[in-house]
């Protein structure tokens, strides 16, 4: 789910108690048997329809295979527009040494050798950098879209370029391009966390996440279940999936055919995706449903960090009520958690089974909670802040709109726990004090006294 909301801890929820009749057992293989056949052809023709109307919206282009097609974050008077985005080159003999030296494995005998899209992204950066530290061989891939401020894209991209991780320039559509990296480097594996994400900007540019999150997919399994070898994936989901979900905690045996925004659509139309490519091809497939991540390096149009901005310049934070001013809480989760699930998740994945696209054997299918399992109202959240930034947040409660945000969101991780090992350790105050850290270094904000209005006194 997006940072954009809010929950408080479960005791305070006027709804149905926990469920603990859930047995994680029961998920592997597959996570679809407890669905009727029904659902599964609902989503199947869902995910068809989506994937059409990537073609349907997108004017034809005449641009090479090097300058892929992407979305812009702005729109015409229609809701939607597109704009050519152009790739740095790529190929070429100095290229080529350059990725195969990113993704060697240098450290960690049988260490990974690992392809991760959306590695100038927030969670990209992070599991990137972690695996590089621990020895596995790492190769990035991003498009540096303009959702938002690219300049901070490139500054991740600078750190992960001194930590020896190439970032390649490109477009997960540009199939060219995916056969060109499997073809130079045989990945055991794929981390995909590439994808359009928030809730809201569905509204203003619906036609990006069919592009990002269902076709984009599509292309990465692709060239995955043609390559030989084969590779493990991970890849991100989200929380959003649970949709209009009622019962708390959320499991991973709940529905998930209810979604509430277009986003979570996607990702949900990914997770049936991905059931089709490891039933057909063999392939290795494990995803996670992140809950609400957030930490240094985090993206802008989180409410984490944008109301660290606007709590400093002194203007209104508007906090989301629910029906008769329910609290909005959101299980947060920060990022060095997130990353231990994704290399736990990667090292527990399992061999795909296939080889050149053909199937020779079952493969691993598994979809795993990674929460804090600690939902926290929005109200807390700015409290935190003001404390943390010695700031007097001016508050103003509106009402939730009907723009695809839900009221909360509350993990089980039992799940991830059992077969992971998973189990998050930074609870919301110390996360948001790494954080405001960060922020305050990064942007070079020098706080001082706060003058008697409440208002900060910043550099």
Known sequence: MDVDDAPSTPGKWKMEKPHHRHHPRLLLPRWHHSYPVSKLVFWSFFSLALFLALFLLSPRSSAPARIPESFASSSSSSGVRRAALQMAPWGGPAWEKRVRSSARVRRNPGGASVLVTGAAGFVGMHV???????????????????????????????????????????????????????????????????????????????????????????????????????????????????????????????????????????????????????????????????FT???????????????????????????FEGPDHATVARDFTYIDDIVKGCLAALDHAGKSTGSGGKKRGPAPLRIYNLGNTSPVPVTKLVSILERLLKV???????????????????????????????????????GLKKFVRWYL????????????????ISS
């Open 392 to 430: 007097k947040a001016v508050k103003k409660f509106v009402k939730m709109p009907r723009n695809g945000d839900v009221q909360f969101t509350h993990a089980n991780i039992t799940f991830a726990q059992k077969e992971l090992g998973y189990r998050p350790t930074t609870g919301l105050h110390s």
């Open 128 to 290: 990137a950098a972690a695996l590089k530290r621990r020895g596995d061989g790492v190769l990035g891939l991003d498009n540096f879209n303009g959702y938002y401020d690219p300049s901070l894209k490139r500054a991740r991209q600078a750190l992960l370029d001194r930590a020896g991780v190439f970032v390649v320039e490109g477009d997960i559509n540009d199939g060219a391009l995916l056969r060109k990296l499997f073809d130079v480097v045989p990945f055991t594996h794929v981390v995909h966390l590439a994808a359009q994400a928030g809730v809201r900007h569905a509204l203003v540019d619906p036609a990006s996440y069919v592009h990002s999150n269902v076709a984009g997919l599509v292309s990465v399994l692709e060239a995955a279940k043609a390559a030989d070898p084969q590779p493990a994936i991970v890849w991100a989901s989200s929380s959003s999936v649970y949709g209009l979900n009622s019962r708390v905690p959320f499991s991973e045996a709940d529905r998930t055919d209810r979604p509430a925004s277009l986003y979570a659509a996607t990702k949900k139309a990914g997770e049936e995706i991905a059931h089709v490519y490891n039933h057909i091809y063999g392939l290795s497939i494990t995803g996670l449903r992140f």
């Open 293 to 319: 991540v957030y930490g240094p390096w985090g993206r802008p149009d989180m409410a984490y960090f944008f109301f660290t901005r606007d709590i400093l310049r002194g203007k209104p934070v508007s906090i």
């Open 441 to 456: 270094e990064y942007y070079s904000i020098s706080l001082s006294k706060n003058d008697s209005t409440g208002r900060s």
